[in-house]
């Protein structure tokens, strides 16, 4: 019996809102960050060796722009959620994207991996943005049951609108 319903197909391509990150990029977050995953290129803190690459300024490594949701001072725990419901999976809906979650009955979640277009890094002062869309919702039967793969696509932007990166979140369903 297929688990992909009319409902859940017409999810494709649906947007979820365009969510801004609290702050802009600043110097002393993509230091932390740049020493968190071990780069120590001076591309990324030395404006003269920047230049001297190409760059117009410092730019971040290409991942740190997913790194800059953090909750916003005042805003409440999402981890609270497990004091009503302590089997909650920490996905919220659709996750942290703003899309409608889709229902399925199967109960397992499985990551299925990430795959990363990279278009321009960010620079110190962006203010990035992003936006999810569900790009495919397929279902394929495997000899231990049926499997429903969610690819999840989300679009980082910078204050100007430039394309910065494009990534594609693959959940499996079990």
Known sequence: MPHITPEIQA????KGPVQTAPLP???DTLRRFMQAVMDPNPVHY????????GFGGVVAPPLQPQ????RAPGAPDPFEKFKEDADWD?????GNTGLPKVELPLKRLL???YSCEFYQLARVGDLISRQSRYSSITERESSSGPMVFINTETTYTNQHGAILMRVVQTTIAR
């Open 11 to 14: 999810l494709v391509g649906a």
């Open 90 to 94: 920490g996905m919220g809906g659709g």
């Open 67 to 70: 790194h800059l949701f953090q």
């Open 25 to 27: 990029l600043g110097a």
């Open 46 to 53: 030395d404006e003269a060796a920047a230049k001297a690459a």
């Open 111 to 113: 990551n299925g991996g």
